[in-house]
T-cell receptor
């Protein structure tokens, strides 16, 4: 049974650079979520997809952030012109439509902006 | 914005002790999840509760959902070092698919 996978696990970048993260959900799950977690806090919702449709975006998702799920399978989260405040753990989760409340998380991508 | 408050924030106990973690909100949730997270990893789902007053057991862990579906508790019996981690409650209001997470309880169990 393959869980949610995320790549890369760690990313160090300089301020102003663009970064892209990938998430591969559990294969039969059609809902996919992105969350951000900073040190000492619980995860905060960023956006979610049902199949390829992006259905909700948080106000935390500024214009520099964009997420896609082109074929309804894997998803990418891109951050343009990174800022030091973007440093965080970016978590991806997936859930089946019939039980959307049970979200299964990947290991996360730790982003450090220097 | 719904807010889930957890208490205590930190808990350091010895192996064999019992403990209870609380998750409280002023909002009603259609369901509530408990997760455990270890450093550098994503949260791992422990349980989902959906019915007011529901009690679920997972080995030494007992989860309860409040009658009004605004609060929940996690009780661990005879804690072990392997229980060490960050415990997070998360709620779904039913009107959106996103989870709102609590502030977390960091548990340290020592020998």
């Amino acid at each position: 049974d393959t869980g949610v996978s995320q790549n890369p696990r760690h990313k160090i970048t300089k301020r102003g650079q663009n970064v892209t993260f990938r998430c591969d959900p559990i294969s039969e799950h059609n809902r996919l979520y992105w969350y951000r977690q900073t040190l000492g806090q619980g995860p905060e919702f960023l956006t979610y997809f049902q199949n390829e449709a992006q259905l909700e975006k948080s106000r935390l998702l500024s214009d520099r952030f964009s997420a896609e799920r082109p074929k309804g399978s894997f998803s990418t989260l891109e951050i343009q012109r990174t800022e030091q405040g973007d440093s965080a753990m970016y978590l991806c989760a997936s859930s089946p439509t019939q039980n959307r409340d049970e979200q299964y998380f990947g290991p996360g991508t730790r982003l450090t902006v220097t | 914005t719904q807010l889930l408050e957890q208490s205590p924030q930190f808990l350091s106990i010895q192996e064999g002790e019992n403990l209870t973690v609380y998750c409280n909100s002023s909002s009603v949730f259609s369901s509530l999840q408990w997760y455990r997270q270890e450093p550098g990893e994503g949260p791992v789902l422990l349980v989902t509760v959906v019915t007011g007053g529901e009690v679920k057991k997972l080995k030494r862990l007992t989860f309860q959902f409040g009658d009004a579906r605004k609060d929940s508790s996690l009780h661990i019996t005879a804690a072990q070092p392997g229980d060490t981690g960050l415990y997070l409650c998360a709620g779904n209001t039913g009107t959106a698919s996103k989870l709102t997470f609590g502030t977390g309880t960091r548990l340290q169990v020592t020998l």
